[in-house]
């Protein structure tokens, strides 16, 4: 059974801020990683070096800042900011010298602003309290200040597998996925997409062909009966054996959404063509599945054809685990949305 978060972040700082409670404003963030305001420029002239200087810290009238935004209140950062995901250690260590006050989430109910010596002795004193990058995924996330309904919402709960694998907002389009330098890596080294052409021809592959995955369906049977067998088994996939396989270019649809949120993210296409790409796959997602079952069937055989080479129960595990907080988790869109819904 999956049991939400009965608080989120940000209603945890608020809270901490009516107590005047610092440490539990510090452990609320501990809880989550930070998205630090850096230079465009910066980024995208360092990015092969760990050590290039980022932008993080802003004077601004003769003081020093670093501002950040907790993952689910992201606003645009213009078109010469960048987002970097951090912990409260990771700023420490990336953002020299420590003269810095950090602002959260400036404009907010709950907006905190934290001298720098105050937050470092306080992550000295609790390093157990930091959730470590490691411990990230399976975790299903919502942005507060995008929508949750209507036919865009729709659209991207196509996507929201890998949105969950992430942990990243299930519905949201630009600004950032993860962060920038892990978008635009994720980009380059799992799509070889460096351009827009290369983005645009990549999309138009997952929305009008069959794919590979497509194709291993008639190619290795013996695989696709492994996968079907235990996707039934676990309540997954609920056709008779012998029954039709799901149709897999949910895998598509999925990817193609997510590949029009990677490229707003890194600055490829612009929102309106990227909204327009996810409401796209999502329309062609709904005239192909009945509902949310029948296409994470088909998304999770497809993704399982498509990695046959690998370590398949690794694969399936992660991905089981994925379904079951989107079937499960009353917050979850494929709980308040049809799929239906993104045909308008």
Not at 20 to 45: K, M, P, Q
Not at 238 to 266: C, H, I, Q, S
Request: aromatic content about 8%.
């Amino acid at each position: 059974m999956v049991v939400p978060q009965t608080a989120t972040v940000e209603q945890r700082l608020l809270e901490a801020l009516k107590r005047g409670d610092l440490e539990g404003y510090l452990r609320a963030l501990s809880d989550t990683h930070l998205l630090v305001f850096g230079s465009r420029r910066l980024a995208d002239e360092g990015f092969d070096d760990p050590r290039a200087p980022l932008g993080l810290v802003q004077d601004i009238g003769g003081q020093d800042k670093v501002y950040a935004v907790t993952p689910n209140q992201t606003v645009d950062p213009g078109p010469h900011f960048v987002y970097h995901a951090m912990t409260l250690r990771t700023m420490l260590r990336k953002c020299a010298p420590l003269t810095w006050q950090l602002v959260v989430n400036q404009g907010s109910d709950h907006e905190g602003r934290i001298p720098v010596k105050k937050l470092a002795s306080w992550v000295d004193n609790h390093p157990e309290a930091i959730r470590p990058f490691s411990d990230y995924g399976d975790r299903l996330i919502a942005a507060d200040n995008r929508p949750r309904q209507g036919p865009l919402a729709a659209a991207l709960a196509c996507g929201a597998h890998l949105a969950v694998q992430n942990e990243a907002p299930w519905n949201t389009i630009g600004h950032v996925y993860k962060d920038y330098p892990a978008d635009v890596r994720l980009m380059r080294e799992g799509w070889r997409i460096t351009e827009y052409d290369h983005w645009r021809a990549a999309v138009e592959n997952l929305l009008t062909d069959p794919g590979s995955a497509a194709e291993a369906v008639g190619k290795d049977p013996g695989a696709v009966a492994r996968h079907l067998a235990a996707l039934r088994s676990d309540g997954i996939w609920e056709a008779e054996a012998g029954d039709a396989p799901p149709d897999v270019r949910a895998w598509d649809y999925g990817r193609a959404v997510n590949l029009a949120r990677w490229a707003a993210a890194t600055k490829l296409c612009d929102m309106d063509e990227a909204r327009e790409t996810v409401q796209r796959a999502g329309q062609l997602a709904a005239a192909a599945y009945r509902d949310w079952r029948e296409f994470s069937a088909g998304y999770i055989l497809g993704r399982l054809l498509h990695f046959e080479d690998g370590d398949r129960s690794r694969y399936y595990r992660s991905i089981r685990r994925v379904h079951r907080i989107l079937a499960e988790d009353p917050a979850s869109p494929w709980r308040t949305l049809n799929l239906a819904d993104a045909a308008a």
